[in-house]
């Protein structure tokens, strides 16, 4: 200030000094307004979160106000129902918080259920009488949901066998944000039915995996709303245990050189067992979570109907579950297990498709080569691998029967053949139900009517 008053002196030099004072006063005070107007007339800014408006007694409610200027005074959250209020935060703060965050939950007996508002009102430290400058207040309304879903079972009878596939028709008290059946870490979503029930309407294909003994099966339907309140329900069901076969892969050096050289990323500085060893451990599992994403990509309805069609005059070489090893110079050398069919007919024999459905991928998929993936509906899908051409696209619609490509030898195949699998939101499950007619109609389509 001094080099600046210094320099103007000197250039008013005429004038007198009062009158130079006067000026540096009037140049201070201007100053010191633009700095007060930056200052304090920036009132706090309050951020309400979450935007969606159902909160469960366990939803967490943030607020966070920020002021650049003199910082926060004080910080008062109200809940505002029926025209009472409910003081849900009350803080104050030394001077020069420039933004503070508090989160909280709702207790039930303050705010009953039903609509309320949030009131956030917020006050800096300035000092300076700008009226409302220094105050914020911003309001937001909710609605409180504090009662989970009820979940009401609608099929009485379930029958399963270990490996096989299970449906089950539900109601619930309310729409869900999340519901499905839960058997250990799978996750089998169940979709909402349009329909006049004055309940919501839901059905779940799920499993009982062929990896999960019977005295380990211990499926449960859970549904969360959109308040965050979660329910589980046990239902009846009866399980059959299944013994699955054993069977062994001679592996010989002619294989390998003709199947992995089709593969990418596989690291080449091993041997040749190594670089097959990788494809089928590695490349395997990143293969088998790409069904888990294609099972999400499913329609909420049944696209199908009848039994599924089977690949015709083919023999089966190889069953659902088959515990295989894999044997190289007379010694195991992996082990995996094989979850599907191996449907061997002519070379090249047209392959239709199991039954009405919506194309969710054709292309080269890792182990299974060429391969195509059918969505049925509800998270049911067909997967028809090793194929030697591929004759649809994603999205396509595709009927019972319709040829979708043909067999051959892509992929980790010795010969020759169609891999079929069926997959029920990533889990594969066993196709041969899916071929009869009588366990069709007594565990799913009976269950509709
Ligand atoms: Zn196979």
Same mark, same amino acid.
């Given at each position: 200030m001094s080099k600046e008053s210094n320099s103007l002196i000197p250039r008013k030099g005429g004038r007198r000094?009062?009158?130079?004072?006067? *000026?540096?006063?009037?140049?201070?005070?201007?100053? *010191?307004? &633009?700095?007060l107007l930056f200052r304090d007339t920036e009132p706090p800014v309050i951020a309400i979160t979450p935007d969606n408006a159902d909160i469960g007694e366990q939803s967490p409610i943030t607020?966070?106000?920020?002021?650049t200027g003199s910082g926060l005074e004080s910080l008062t959250v109200k809940g505002v129902q029926d025209g009472k209020e409910i003081e849900l935060l009350a803080k104050t703060f030394a001077t020069g918080r420039k933004?503070?965050?508090?989160?909280?939950?709702?207790?039930?007996? =303050?705010?009953?259920?039903?609509?309320?508002? &949030?009131?956030?009102?917020? =006050?800096?430290?300035?000092?300076?009488?700008?009226?409302? *400058?220094?105050?914020?207040? /911003?309001?937001?309304s909710y609605r409180f949901d504090a009662t989970p879903p009820r979940?009401?079972?609608?099929?009485h009878t379930n029958n399963l066998n270990q490996g096989g596939s299970g449906f089950l028709v539900y109601t619930l008290s309310e729409e869900a944000k999340e519901t499905g059946i839960r058997v250990g870490d799978r996750f089998f979503p169940a979709y909402l039915q349009p329909g006049s029930s004055d309940r919501p309407l839901y059905y779940c294909m799920f499993a009982h995996p062929w990896d999960v003994?019977?005295?380990?099966?211990?499926?449960? &339907?859970?549904?969360?709303?959109?308040?965050?309140?979660?329910?589980? =329900?046990?239902?009846?069901?009866?399980?059959?245990?299944?013994?699955?076969?054993?069977?062994?892969? %001679?592996?010989?050096?002619?294989?390998?050189?003709? /199947?992995?050289?089709?593969?990418?990323g596989v690291p080449t500085d091993g041997?040749?067992?190594?670089?097959?060893?990788?494809? %089928?451990?590695?490349?395997?599992?990143?293969?088998?979570?790409?069904?888990?994403?294609?099972?999400?990509? /499913?329609?909420?309805?049944?696209?199908?109907?009848?039994t599924f069609k089977r690949l015709p005059n083919a023999a089966n070489r190889a069953r659902f579950a088959d515990s295989r090893d894999y044997m190289f110079q007379g010694k195991k050398v992996d082990h995996q297990t094989h979850l599907g069919l191996d449907l061997a007919s002519l070379r090249h024999a047209p392959v239709p498709a199991g039954n009405d459905g919506r194309i969710v991928f054709a292309d080269f998929l890792g182990i299974y080569g060429n391969v195509v993936v059918i969505d049925h509906g509800l998270g049911l899908q067909t997967l028809y691998a090793h194929l030697?051409?591929?004759?649809? %696209?994603?999205?396509?619609? $595709?009927? =019972?029967?319709?040829?979708?490509?043909?067999?051959?030898? /892509?992929?980790?195949?010795?010969?020759?053949?169609?891999?079929?699998? $069926? &997959? $029920?939101?990533g889990t594969p499950v066993q196709p041969i139900e899916w071929w009869d007619t009588t366990w069709i109609k007594? %565990?799913?389509?009976?269950?509709l009517e």
């Open positions: 000094f009062p009158l130079a004072l006067t *000026a540096i006063i009037i140049v201070l005070a201007l100053g *010191a307004g &633009i700095f607020v966070t106000v920020a002021d933004e503070v965050s508090e989160t909280f939950t709702l207790n039930k007996g =303050r705010i009953k259920e039903g609509p309320f508002d &949030i009131i956030v009102e917020a =006050r800096d430290a300035s000092i300076y009488p700008f009226g409302a *400058a220094g105050r914020a207040r /911003t309001e937001k979940i009401y079972v609608q099929s003994s019977v005295n380990d099966y211990k499926p449960f &339907i859970e549904a969360s709303d959109a308040a965050g309140n979660s329910a589980k =329900r046990h239902f009846n069901f009866h399980t059959n245990a299944r013994a699955f076969r054993k069977d062994r892969i %001679n592996l010989s050096t002619s294989f390998m050189e003709r /199947t992995i050289p089709e593969f990418k041997s040749l067992l190594d670089q097959y060893l990788y494809i %089928n451990n590695e490349i395997r599992k990143q293969n088998r979570a790409r069904l888990v994403e294609f099972g999400k990509e /499913t329609r909420s309805n049944m696209l199908w109907s009848g030697s051409s591929v004759d649809v %696209n994603p999205g396509d619609p $595709v009927d =019972r029967g319709d040829v979708i490509g043909h067999t051959g030898t /892509t992929g980790l195949a010795g010969g020759d053949h169609l891999h079929y699998g $069926v &997959i $029920v939101s007594n %565990n799913v389509t009976s269950k």
